[in-house]
């Protein structure tokens, strides 16, 4: 997703989204458990988590406006793992 002159591609921290897109227009949060180990994170930094750990998951969606389509930025453990263009204009 691009974001000014700023492109959000997967391992971006939140704090680097909201730096580069803003506030998003709706975001939602959950709590997922991992059921295998697994790495985590991105840009040099990986840790791994045990089954049964508890990870925070957010996805944001950003309204860019009526004549573009709605994106969702989705984000394990404060990084971003997927960017999906919604099938739905802003408004």
């Keep these: 997703m691009r974001c000014g002159n700023k492109l959000v591609v997967v391992g971006d921290s939140m704090a680097a989204v909201r730096a580069y897109c ?50 969702s930025v989705r984000f394990v453990d404060g990084r971003v793992v997927a960017v999906k263009t919604l099938h739905a204009y802003g408004y």
Excluded at 39 to 48: A, E, I, L, N, P
């Design 22 to 71: 803003g506030r998003p227009a709706q975001a939602q949060r959950s709590v997922a458990v991992s059921a295998t180990t697994t790495r985590v994170g991105g840009r040099g930094v990986s840790r791994s988590r045990t089954a049964g750990a508890a990870v925070p998951v957010e996805t944001w969606t950003y309204n860019r406006g009526p004549r573009k389509l709605l994106m």
